[in-house]
């Protein structure tokens, strides 16, 4: 199956440009890049996908063992690559995908010229033994993870609006929640788990593509600890405090967003 068909890619703007891969977070689809991506389009080579299971990914290709961790996910950012043959790739990964990005450059660094990171997070757990913040308790995930497994649609509408962050612009929230509803459920709780469950931060110290780390003000998934702790033990990286609150500036804050990759660049 070619990644076209399974990942749903979608390519636009300067076709000779530098390539831009934009990658997606958890319950969203590649249209929540739809107010970052113009701004890049002139000069690079946007490259735009679904993870399986979202958006207009084929379902099919869907498999228990290859997506059971993140490495999946990666090979599959590596085989979009491929198959596309980009080179000097600016990928630029929302939440989980942050950590997907990072772990597709740690295994082919040559690919890559840059990974932007948007509100990323090695670890959402608590790791009170090294002295590590990720932002919640194991039983909170559990709690989390049990409360999707036994109503998705309820979870959905509930946690949408929280991640979103900005109260006073409920449309924002409505999106997310509705982007949710939109995935395939079965699918949604695997890759719920596999995100909430995993643990990246030895992978930090391999990366050796110059990064750029986002981070959102408020931000109740991926708190600032969590975004200091990824620019302290990532190599050749920068951080950025943006003024945006919540989770998806892509979507809340799409100028900073693009003015904060633009001044990195």
């Known amino acids: 199956m070619s990644t076209t068909q399974r990942n749903a890619v979608t390519m636009s703007g300067n076709a000779a440009g530098q390539p831009m891969l934009f990658a997606h977070g958890y319950g969203c ?15 690079h080579r946007i490259v735009l996908f679904d993870h399986v299971g979202n958006g207009k990914s084929d379902l099919t290709a869907y498999d228990d063992a290859k997506y059971a961790s993140l490495n999946g996910y990666a090979t599959d950012v590596l085989e979009i690559v491929h198959e596309h043959d980009l080179r000097d790739v600016l990928f630029v990964g929302h939440s989980v995908s942050s950590m997907i990005g990072l772990l597709a450059a740690v295994r082919e660094p040559e690919r890559f010229a840059g990974v932007v990171m948007v509100g990323p997070s090695p670890r959402y757990i608590n790791d ?13 995930i ?6 999707l497994d036994s109503n998705f649609l309820g979870w959905s509408s509930t946690m949408a609006p929280v991640i979103m962050g900005n109260p006073d612009r409920p449309e924002l929230g ?28 030895e992978d930090l110290p391999r990366m050796r593509v110059p990064s750029l780390i986002l981070q959102c003000s408020d931000d109740v998934i991926a708190p600032t600890v969590v975004g200091e702790y990824v620019h302290k ?33």
């Not at 689809?29 to 000069?43: C, G, H, I, S, Y």
């Not at 405090?241 to 990759?261: F, R, Y």
């Open 233 to 265: 033990h990532t190599p050749h990286s920068s951080f950025a405090a943006l003024n945006a609150t919540g989770h998806c500036p892509n979507l809340s804050a799409p100028e900073e967003t693009v003015d904060a990759i633009k001044s990195w660049l």
């Open 174 to 201: 409505e999106e997310l929640t509705n982007s949710f509803c939109r995935t395939d459920p079965a699918i949604a709780k695997k890759f719920a788990r596999v995100t909430f469950l995993s643990d990246n931060r």
């Open 142 to 147: 559990e709690q989390m993870l049990d409360s």
């Open 128 to 140: 009170e033994a090294a002295g590590y913040v990720g932002g919640f308790g194991r039983a909170d």
């Open 29 to 43: 689809d590649q249209n929540m890049w739809r107010l970052v991506t113009p701004a890049f389009a002139d000069t």
